[in-house]
């Protein structure tokens, strides 16, 4: 499957060290599609649990390793999601809004 074609990278205050062994100081994320949002209102969980969940997906990461970043950092993933909500045209060219 295909998806849209814009995506945000977003530069960690704090970068993470993932199970892995693999280190993260950027994350990026695509925009959702209906199917996210349908996803996120079926699952299971708190709105928190479900949220987080939804960001992983999109930032194409597992749910553990979302618990692992800095609220501030978190707060940068989800303020990408909310300009992602916003009319193509409408959204601030990345970099000009703190992403």
Sequence with gaps: MSFPGETRIITLHSPVALDSGVTLDT???????????????KDRGNEEEKEARMIAQLCNLEE???????????????????????PPGERPKEGSSGQ
Excluded: C, G
């Design 27 to 41: 994350i990026t994320m695509r925009e959702p599609l209906v199917r996210d949002r349908i996803a996120h209102s």
């Design 64 to 86: 553990k390793d979302i618990w692992q970043l800095t609220a501030a950092d978190y707060a940068r993933l989800l303020d990408t999601f909310n300009v992602f909500m916003l």
